[in-house]
């Protein structure tokens, strides 16, 4: 009954280093996401994967990267880190691209850069 | 003007009392409306969803739409301090791919 689970959940950069964050789901579920959180701003979109193979850029795409492994595993990769990316970052999926039935989140990644 | 504007609050209100959190959106083709709770500190959470004008009820949660206004609320009745969070409204935009926009969420505030 895990739902979407994240992977870490706190990370420390460095401006400039790189880091994968990772994001499973075991709901069957074809559509998958990844939103950042900033105070005041709420849930923007960063880029999404409307089934297995494909991804597109959401609203705020500049410096990350993304993977869609297999149906289940979507990863965000940023390059090279910078203050600017300090935030939450938190992956969903939903059952269509529609999200008809709405979003189910992970548990969230609070990552900082120094 | 945002997409999706609710009041970022904080909505005080006291224990048993009906707490009205109110959205409102600028796509006219808006398919999809949703209401999650978040949490401090915690994922959001997925609570209410309505696709058609009118009422919908779960438990002490109304969801209330209005497309002609573009409009949407949520209602907590009988409301306990472990509503406390902060709601964030969602909306499916008919145009641009199917896209799902959050407004930044109001924060309610239930006093014992």
């Known amino acids: 009954n895990a739902g979407v689970t994240q992977t870490p959940k706190f990370q420390v950069l460095k401006t400039g280093q790189s880091m994968t964050l990772q994001c499973a789901q075991d709901?069957?579920?074809?559509?998958m996401y990844w939103y950042r959180q900033d105070p005041g701003m709420g849930l923007r979109l960063i880029y999404y994967?409307?089934?297995?193979?494909?991804?597109d850029k959401g609203e705020v795409p500049n410096g990350y990267n993304v993977s869609r492994l297999n149906k289940r595993e979507f990863s965000l990769r940023l390059e090279s880190a910078a203050p600017s990316q300090t935030s939450v970052y938190f992956c969903?999926?939903?059952?269509?691209?529609?999200?008809?039935?709405?979003?189910?989140f992970g548990s969230g990644t609070r990552l900082t850069v120094v | 003007q945002k997409e999706v504007e609710q009041n970022s609050g904080p909505l005080s209100v006291p224990e048993g009392a009906i707490a009205s959190l109110n959205c409102t959106y600028s796509?006219?083709?808006?398919?999809?409306f949703f209401w999650y709770r978040q949490y401090s500190g915690k994922s959001p959470e997925l609570i209410m969803s309505?696709?058609?004008?009118g009422d919908k009820e779960d438990g002490r949660f109304t969801a209330q739409l209005n497309k002609a206004s573009q409009y949407v609320s949520l209602l907590i009745r009988d409301s306990q301090p472990s509503d406390s969070a902060t709601y964030l409204c969602?909306?499916?935009?008919?145009?641009?791919?199917?896209?799902?926009?959050f407004g930044a969420g109001t924060r309610l505030f239930v006093k014992a």
């Open positions: 969903a999926s939903s059952e269509d691209h529609r999200g008809t039935y709405g979003y189910t």
């Open positions: 709901m069957n579920h074809n559509s």
């Open positions: 994967s409307a089934s297995e193979g494909t991804t």
């Open positions: 796509d006219r083709v808006s398919q999809s």
């Open positions: 309505i696709y058609s004008n």
């Open positions: 969602a909306v499916t935009a008919g145009t641009g791919g199917f896209k799902t926009i």
